[in-house]
């Protein structure tokens, strides 16, 4: 007989308790546990009785039937590691409007494989509409507009597709529980049967899910513990490029990342993101400067703009728009010990064009470079890029995967990139002109010295 029990769990690490409570004992997060209302249908004892599951010798288990389906976006395969692996959970998550249904329904009706696309938000001619925007030419692609778990489950039966794709996860509900639709326990409830089905049937799922304001998955944080995948859609809704970051990938590696542009014949792949991000001017202004990242096997140049300026208010501001502001505060203390920059009393702000994020420390001389530039007015020639971390005591450190990073610079004709001196090189006739530097000090007087 089913039993009906009433616990309260945290959203956030899913510790339990019998009652409620402000703040999570474990993790310590306040306002994260919500009730819950568990049916148990057996007892413990008849389950461990019928449970069938093979053990099996990690030499006699077979990998052949987990072939990877390829899907016709080379980024998306890419990002997966391969392609989709048979039986998994992949979750994308972000905020509202910036694509994450367009992306799916793009794979759903170009892939050769049968498709069942539920959608919990979108009418059946919308999504048609949608697809007519996208492509004319659809494969086998079927629609359902249902929002019950078990009915899904039941036209899951019925049609037997090859991928599933739900979208989205916070509007499916199951009538096992009766919390109200978009609750976390609802959301822990479909997640755990359709990774069920998923791993029975070997078929993918790929469930799209919304995120809160502060940029967190909606629902509970176990979901991401739960999922194979986490991929994350991300962008500025005043840029047409979006990024599709793998944050978790039980498959693949975590440090690829996939970028769009947002067309309105649908999302394509952008082929050379360098030039996105940079733009292709042949005059230098002052506060500009190149430099170079690494995602994954890639490696891409972006524009870095600083403007300094005489700080009106007592506190001086420092607004950095798409590169760590930490980073960018411990940057100006050593500009103002090693240099002696009286950057104390400035206003310094930071952009990084094309409003991409970036998290790699290799960008540390290219950011100093422009703010010295805009501080002194004396602009660096468009030709000239710079690649290496700055240390506390202003040397330049090494980067990773420098060979890659000149390589893109000399491909897009760049004439000079400064780098640090220990970098190891595997270059030898390269066009571009390689300046090795040791301190802070001395390039700044080779990329200003002209000028002086
Ligand atoms: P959508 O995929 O609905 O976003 P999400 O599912 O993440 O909420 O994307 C909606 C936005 O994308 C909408 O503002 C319109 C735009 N869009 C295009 O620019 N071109 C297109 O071909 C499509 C289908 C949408
Ligand atoms: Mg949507």
């Not at 949608?130 to 078990?150: F, G, K, M, P, V």
């Not at 037997?160 to 009766?178: A, C, G, R």
């Not at 994350?232 to 990342?257: A, M, P």
Request: include cysteine; charge should be neutral; proline fraction near 2%.
């Amino acid at each position: 007989m089913a039993t009906i029990k009433k616990i309260f769990s945290c959203n956030n690490c899913g510790a339990r308790y019998p009652k409620w409570m402000g703040q999570c004992v474990h993790c310590g997060e306040w306002n994260t546990i919500e009730e819950e209302i568990v049916k148990s249908k057996k007892n413990p004892e008849q389950k461990i009785l019928e449970n069938n599951s093979k053990v099996q010798e990690i030499k006699d288990i077979s990998t052949q039937k987990n072939e990877r389906i390829k899907i016709y976006d080379n980024e998306l395969n890419r990002v997966l590691g391969g392609g989709l692996v048979p039986g998994s959970l992949i979750l994308i998550s972000g905020e509202p409007g910036i694509g994450k249904s367009t992306l799916v329904l793009q794979i759903s009706i170009s892939i050769n494989k049968k498709v069942l696309y539920v959608s919990g938000e979108e009418s059946q001619q919308q999504i048609k509409i949608r697809a007519d925007r996208i492509s004319n030419d659809q494969t086998e692609c079927y629609i359902l507009t249902e929002t019950n778990l078990e009915l899904i489950l039941k036209s899951i039966e019925n049609i037997l597709p090859e991928i599933i794709v739900i979208d989205s996860i916070q509007t499916i509900q199951t009538d096992n529980i009766d919390n109200s639709q978009g609750s976390t326990p609802q959301i822990k409830e479909c997640t755990s049967t359709l990774i069920k089905v998923a791993k029975q049937t070997g078929i993918p799922i790929i469930i799209i899910g919304h995120i809160t304001k502060d940029g967190n998955i909606a629902g509970p944080k176990v979901l991401e513990h739960m999922v194979d995948v986490v991929l994350n859609f991300e962008g500025d809704k005043n840029h047409q490029y979006r990024i599709l970051r793998s944050k978790k990938n039980r498959f693949g590696s975590t440090s690829e990342i996939g970028i769009y542009e947002m067309f309105d014949k649908g999302l394509q792949i952008v082929k050379n993101p360098s030039e996105l991000f940079t733009s292709n001017r042949d005059e230098a202004l002052s506060g500009n400067s190149i430099g170079i990242t690494i995602d994954g096997n890639r490696s891409i140049m972006v524009e870095i703009q600083a403007l300094v300026s005489s700080a009106v208010y007592g506190t001086p501001q420092r607004i950095s728009n798409g590169f760590n502001s930490k980073r960018l505060n411990m940057l100006l203390a050593i500009l103002e010990k090693k240099l002696g920059f009286k950057i104390g009393v400035k206003d310094v702000f930071i952009n990084i064009t094309g409003g991409i994020k970036i998290e790699d420390p290799a960008l540390d001389l290219a950011v100093v470079s422009s703010i010295l530039s805009s501080n002194t007015n004396l602009s660096i020639d468009s030709k000239v890029c710079f690649c290496a971390e700055i240390g506390l005591s202003g040397e330049l450190r090494n980067v990773s995967n420098i060979n890659l990073r000149i390589s893109e610079a000399e491909r897009l004709g760049y004439e000079k990139i400064i780098i640090s001196k220990g970098s190891k090189l595997n270059y030898n006739n390269s066009k571009i002109q390689i300046l090795k530097f040791s301190k802070l000090n001395d390039v700044v007087k080779e990329v200003f010295r002209e000028q002086d």
